[in-house]
């Protein structure tokens, strides 16, 4: 079946310390994207990118960091720079980069706890 | 700034009533509205998808309404299961060839349904 792929689904980060969230597509689309969601509060975008090799900062892209070596993954890590980055993040496709009306497809997302 | 505002914050309902969400925006230029479900500790869903010249859209028990004119969207659920005890995003879509910098994320209802 095709879809989006998040892992691992809990994930738990020690003070200072750089984690990677894994993001694999096998949906041939071009998009992917990350998103950050709190209780209480709307999505919020992270990175984004339209192409492989090339990507673009979203709202609240401070202390996060993302690669796109291939199409199918788009990692992401949240550094030591975040300083609040308890949150479940949730990563997300489209089928064309300039028209994200249809086929935008979520992951099961990732819940990330600082200890 | 572009926003969207979801009322109520959550809503608890006995199984078998139906219920209405609702969604008022302050997007420009609208493009179009999406409602999405989101299961507890999973990705968002698409229910539907209207752009500027529908007024209504379903999905099964799903059926959401827009009015461009006032900015409000609803989400009507009929004979509601247990199964629909989620969280409902209204989300919309500025521009005529939308980024995902043009997409506003409401921060959804609560929907519960008790037996």
């Known amino acids: 079946d095709g879809g989006i792929t998040q892992s691992p689904k809990y994930l738990f980060r020690k003070e200072g310390q750089n984690v990677t969230l894994s993001c694999e597509q096998n949906?041939?689309?071009?998009?992917m994207y990350w998103y950050r969601q709190d209780p209480g509060q709307g999505l919020r975008l992270i990175y984004y990118s339209q192409i492989v090799n090339d990507f673009q900062k979203g709202d609240i892209a401070e202390g996060y960091s993302v690669s796109r070596e291939k199409k199918e993954s788009f990692p992401l890590t949240v550094t030591s720079a975040q300083k609040n980055p308890t949150a479940f993040y949730l990563c997300?496709?489209?089928?064309?980069?300039?028209?994200?009306?249809?086929?935008?497809?979520f992951g099961s997302g990732t819940r990330l706890t600082v200890v | 700034k572009n926003q969207v505002e979801q009322s109520p914050q959550s809503l608890i309902i006995l199984e078998g009533k139906n219920c209405t969400l609702q969604c008022n925006y302050t997007v420009s230029p609208f493009s179009n509205l999406r409602w999405y479900k989101q299961d507890t500790g999973r990705g968002p869903v698409s229910l539907t998808i209207m752009t500027f010249s529908e007024n209504t859209k379903s999905n099964g028990r799903y059926t959401a309404t827009l009015d461009a004119d006032t900015k409000q969207s609803s989400l009507h659920i009929t004979a509601s299961q247990l199964s629909d005890s989620a969280s409902y995003i209204c989300v919309v879509s500025a521009g005529v060839r939308s980024s995902a910098r043009q997409l506003t994320f409401g921060s959804g209802t609560q929907l519960t349904v008790l037996p």
């Open positions: 997300a496709s489209s089928i064309d980069p300039k028209t994200v009306n249809y086929g935008y497809t």
């Open positions: 949906l041939n689309h071009d998009a």
